[in-house]
């Protein structure tokens, strides 16, 4: 229910906020599109007279190329919906030869945003937004001057009447009669004389949306309300859970400290029966172990027998060879049990198959690394580049080769690095 009360509390204010925050919009779109408009009309008359007003012909023909040129494609056809904002109107006046007629045309355009939304209705709205160009002192003269500008007042209003829609209507006889006295009121008296304004809202029976502030102030004291409220429920429900807490676990204390004075004896009896059985199970398990213990102790005697009875390994040959003779080639010729020379140790498996491996001696190594092409390459890879200053060479994987009709064939190269 709370949760339900917030949310519609939360909704209302927003959608006040939100009312309030669009009627100003389309206000200002609204002044936006009459600037628009006056602009429009004004520039157009003034160049289909042909002539300039108080400067030379030149300077004329300045602004007659840039109204045909840029002026009147922008302004000729303005919408409300896609309407051009005041800035960008002033922007393009100002930038092409009519910086005089814009600045006032800015003048009014301020005075009429200047207006609190919140204070008025519909009419007074399109009221204040015409008097704001065609009662502006400074405004006049064009108005005056230039008939399409003071035609255009009628089908403004018009439009305006069917486009502020956001804008309350006044009904009721007291607000006609508001309205009607109101219209002796200047637009400088409603914009800067606060007497008047507060005089006009007392005269209105139907009033107007609550000024923004004030919808903060009470969006605010609605919240603190809330949260005082939650506050203070959260409190008491706590203190009653806390209660019923401590109640139950003062009967759970009672409760087993009764069963504890009942059963004390018979479980001081049942607790030395237990330990008894748990040193009887411990006996019989030590027994168990000691058995499994000699049994294994015996297997491993007449295992350790076994193996030294087992026959022994096959004779290993080793034989030492020259440089291959091509790649992947030695001649069985040249791999003898003699040492001396030679470059390759081999480990003959049976007659035609065996491992071999570099056999470094004192000068092996840096002889095999100054000539890599003729004794390591083809019969050995490597695992990293050529180091021509190490002092070993270190086979990491055997290769292998088997004999057939006098040469010894490489299947498998042996793995080298460095040292």
């Not at 009721?172 to 008047?196: G, L, V, Y």
Request: glycine share 2%.
């Amino acid at each position: 229910m709370n949760k339900l009360f917030s949310l519609l509390l939360v909704i209302f204010f927003t959608s006040l906020t939100l009312n309030a925050q669009s009627s100003k919009e389309e206000y200002d779109k609204a002044v936006d599109y009459c600037a628009c408009k006056i602009a429009y009309a004004y520039t157009n008359q003034y160049i289909s007279n042909g002539r300039a007003e108080s400067y030379s012909q030149n300077e004329f023909n300045k602004e007659k190329k840039a109204f045909e040129s840029i002026i009147k494609d922008n302004l000729e056809h303005c919408k409300i919906e896609g309407h051009i904002g005041f800035d960008d109107l002033n922007t393009l006046l100002s930038d092409n030869n009519f910086k005089g007629f814009a600045d006032k045309l800015k003048g009014a355009v301020e005075k009429s945003k200047k207006v609190n939304i919140d204070s008025i209705d519909k009419e007074q709205a399109i009221k204040n937004i015409l008097n704001s160009f065609y009662d502006n002192e400074d405004f006049s003269q064009i108005v005056l001057k230039y008939s399409a500008v003071k035609e255009l007042k009628s089908s403004l209003k018009t439009y305006l009447n069917n486009t502020l829609n956001s804008f309350k209507e006044q009904t009721s006889f007291e607000n006609n009669k508001s309205i009607n006295t109101a219209e002796s009121i200047t637009i400088n008296e409603i914009n800067h004389s606060s007497s008047n304004i507060n005089k006009e809202d007392t005269n209105r029976s139907g009033g107007s949306l609550f000024p923004n502030w004030l919808l903060f102030v009470l969006i605010l004291l609605a919240f603190i309300i809330l949260f005082i409220y939650n506050y203070l429920i959260n409190r008491k429900l706590n203190e009653r859970i806390d209660g019923l807490i401590s109640n139950i676990e003062n009967e759970q204390n009672k409760i087993s400290s009764n069963q504890f004075s009942k059963t004390n004896n018979s479980s001081f009896e049942s607790g030395i029966n237990k330990k008894i059985l748990e040193l009887n199970n411990a006996i019989k398990l030590l027994q168990k172990t000691k058995k499994v213990s000699e049994a294994a102790n015996t297997k491993k005697t007449s295992s350790k027998k076994n193996k030294s009875q087992s026959s022994p390994k096959e004779n290993q040959i080793f034989l030492y060879a020259k440089t291959p003779i091509s790649d992947k080639v030695f001649n069985a010729s040249d791999i003898t049990e003699s040492k001396d020379g030679k470059f390759y140790k081999f480990l003959v498996k049976d007659n035609n198959l065996a491992e071999f491996e570099f056999f470094n001696t004192e000068n092996s190594a840096k002889r095999a690394l100054n000539a890599p092409d003729s004794f390591l390459y083809p019969a050995c890879e490597e695992s990293e580049p050529l180091n021509q200053n190490a002092n070993r060479i270190i086979t990491i994987k055997p290769g292998i080769a088997l004999k057939q009709e006098g040469k010894w064939i490489v299947k498998e190269k042996a793995h080298i690095t460095y040292e």
